[in-house]
Nanobody, 123 residues
Framework: QVQLVESGGGLVQAGGSLRLSCAASGRTFSSYTMGWFRQAPGKERDFVAAISWNSGNTYYADSVKGRFTISRDNAKNTVYLQMNSLKPEDTAVYYC????????????????WGQGTQVTVSS
């Protein structure tokens, strides 16, 4: 497992941008699939995006395609989520996840999770 710490959340107006970061500890980071999930109040945690260990494959929820971009820097043990054209419905706590398995990560069954960072989009 790896330890994950998210940052970069905050309050932004609709149409604005934020970049989330997730710093990982552990020497095996570069072999993990990384993902972002979000959970709005009263709702289940939903998949947002994922990226394979070598950045060769990226995956997005339909609701964020074309607006969000996931990337990673294995030299810095960090994964990013660039969020553009934000909407009020993007308001949620965003969680970083990590697992050696693509499938486990994307299904929300990752072995490692961060504590979450709040993103609030005002209309």
């Amino acid at each position: 497992q790896v330890q994950l710490v998210e940052s970069g959340g905050g309050l932004v107006q609709a149409g604005g941008s934020l970049r989330l970061s997730c710093a990982a500890s552990g020497r095996t980071f570069s072999s993990y699939t990384m993902g972002w999930f979000r959970q709005a109040p009263g709702k289940e945690r939903d998949f947002v995006a994922a990226i394979s260990w070598n950045s060769g494959n990226t995956y997005y929820a339909d609701s964020v395609k074309g607006r969000f971009t996931i990337s990673r820097d294995n030299a810095k043990n960090t994964v990013y989520l660039q969020m553009n054209s934000l909407k009020p419905e993007d308001t949620a706590v965003y969680y970083c996840a990590a697992d050696p398995s693509n499938r486990a990560t994307m299904l929300g069954r990752a072995g490692s999770w961060g504590q979450g960072t709040q993103v609030t989009v005002s209309s």
